[in-house]
């Protein structure tokens, strides 16, 4: 049942995962050393991407830890870390532009962060009980169990699979915007752009691990019929 010749699969799948997490960290820290001449923080020039295109009543608060930036969309707060709140690096100001373009998302109605968010609930019941639901039906030989943690798990991996435009489409209107007259030059953009390329990755291995174990279920679903 653990070793079924799927398992490479999901290995393989954790290994590029970790990889991807490895050039996040390794591209922080790379770029976190280098000033961006414009010689904002990342908590100004969010505060300026925000202006720029007219969103008011969007607060931007420190929150603690590393690379733990991200947008609340209900309390409409953009939390920056700590090391990209206050310094003027170009990861931070890449980081930064990269979560105002959620909340800008959401302003626009953005068709794919509508959809993330009507997912959200029965995504996180999935990724819950998907696990434990199968495998229960899976020792007991019951298939109805095992058909309700796909299904469950599904939901989860079609959450996974909607993200990734929500998260591509963010660092793209990032880049536009550090592109139009705040990173003055071709390094500066290169480095922005390495930061948000690292950080999408990240995401891409997410959902193929996700992937990865649903048809991991299915295979052993099916061996069990």
Known sequence: MLFDPTFILVIIALILALLAQQQVKGNYKKFSRIPASIGLTGAELARKMLIDNGLDGIDIQPVKGILTDNYHPVKKIIFLSEGVYNSISLAALAIAAHETGHALQYAAGYTPVKIRGSLLPSASIGSTLAFPLFFIGLLLTNQVLMDIGIWFFGAALLFQLVTLPVEFNASARALQYLQ??????????????????????????????????????????????
């Open 180 to 225: 139009n007259g705040y990173l003055r030059d071709t390094t500066e953009i290169q480095g922005a752009r390495a930061v948000l390329r690292a950080a999408a990755l990240t995401y891409v291995a997410a959902t193929l691990m996700a992937l990865v174990q649903f048809l991991r279920l299915i295979f052993l679903r099916g061996s069990r019929s």
